[in-house]
């Protein structure tokens, strides 16, 4: 009989690890089922008790590079200054396990294609809540700063455009990077907030049932980081997944503007700026996810990605990277796409 292979045995090890953790908790025997995951290793279910009551479990494999520590102290934070965070039920820091409330379903994507009378108001919830929790006393926390930011933009090429042309050009990677980064430095200004990073429709969820701000339940906060306060308003209006009406987006930024008494003129050029940044990067990641990780579906969000970057370049503050972005990076054609899927 043959061994059975590493794969395997990881997969049997992590099997056996959970059934440990969930048996030391009140939860332990509830029925188990799977929920949809995202793009990283992190992996989800379902937990339900005979009377119906439900709880997540997310299982993080510390040997895949995940990490429960950020996502137990920011949930903590948030829920702090009245967001609604899952509340942490039980968790194995060392193995990854974590046991948390459930916020049910009703992601905010989901619920605008049910309801699209809907839409207006869960963006006004999701500003809101971004006003609240900007200005909230600053965590400690790594900085989301202009350097890094101009390397993560710099995945468009390294990624997007070496996936299309077949070949890197390092020397016009830096060159960006170094160009773009003066520009980060010029225009996004000010005190940082807590960026959650992936602020947008399939991380949101709408409870109606809750007051005020808690009414948007939050995931995906892990990766937080000290950034700009446009940053997540960037992420919840130029999605990647939906198309926001534009009408949406200028009063979303209007309303976040007046409630949160920011200096209107700078703010929209940062809002810009972040956006072109946000972008760029997402090009790089979602070719990424197709070439190597073997998820080709994300190639199909690219030409909306493509959109939000191209107007934002449109911007005069940044015509220093305008013309070398133009003339270097491929429009998404279909010939195109067809070069990102493995």
């Known amino acids: 009989m043959a061994a059975p292979d ?23 025997g509830w029925q188990r089922g799977p929920l949809a995951g995202d793009a990283s290793n992190r992996r989800y279910e379902r937990l339900t008790g005979d009377s119906g009551e439900t709880v997540v ?28 965070a899952p509340e942490i039920l039980a968790h194995d820091v060392e193995q990854g396990f974590l046991l948390l409330e459930d916020l049910g379903d009703d992601l905010y994507a989901r619920v605008i294609l049910r309801e699209p009378a809907l839409e207006k108001e869960l963006y006004e919830a999701a500003t809101g809540a971004l006003v609240t929790l900007h200005q909230a006393p600053m965590p400690d ?30 020397d016009l990677q830096a060159r960006f990077e170094d160009m ?14 807590l960026v959650q990073r992936d602020y947008h429709a399939e991380n949101l969820l709408w409870l109606p049932d809750r007051e005020g701000v808690a009414r948007v339940g939050l995931l995906d906060f ?20 939906r198309d926001v009406p534009a009408g949406i987006e200028m009063q979303m930024i209007d309303r976040y503007v007046v409630a949160s008494g920011v200096d209107e003129s700078g703010f929209r050029t940062a809002y810009t ?33 493509w959109n939000h970057f191209i107007r934002g370049l449109e911007h005069p503050v940044l015509a220093r990277v305008a013309a070398l972005l133009h003339e270097s990076l491929p429009a998404p054609t279909p010939e195109n796409l067809d070069k990102l899927r493995p």
């Open 6 to 28: 590493g794969a395997h045995l990881r997969m049997t090890d992590r099997k056996t690890l959970c059934e440990t953790f969930l048996s030391a908790t009140p939860f332990a």
């Open 57 to 84: 479990l997310m299982d993080a494999p510390p040997e895949k590079g995940e990490d429960v520590r950020p996502f137990i102290r920011v949930a903590g934070y948030l829920r702090d200054h009245g967001l609604s």
């Open 141 to 170: 926390l790594e900085p989301y700063g202009p350097r890094m930011m101009a390397e993560m933009s710099g995945l468009a090429l390294s990624k997007y455009r070496a996936g299309i042309l077949g070949s890197q050009d390092a």
């Open 180 to 193: 773009f980064e003066d520009i980060l430095r010029e225009t996004v200004k000010g005190d940082p907030v």
């Open 222 to 241: 892990q990766d937080a980081r000290a950034g700009h306060p446009a940053y997540d308003l960037v992420s919840l209006l130029q999605d990647a997944r």
């Open 273 to 305: 700026v972040l956006g072109v940044q946000r972008n760029l990067r997402i090009l790089g990641v979602f070719a990424r996810l197709s070439m190597d990780y073997g998820k080709p579906h994300y190639v199909d969000l690219i030409p909306r990605v």
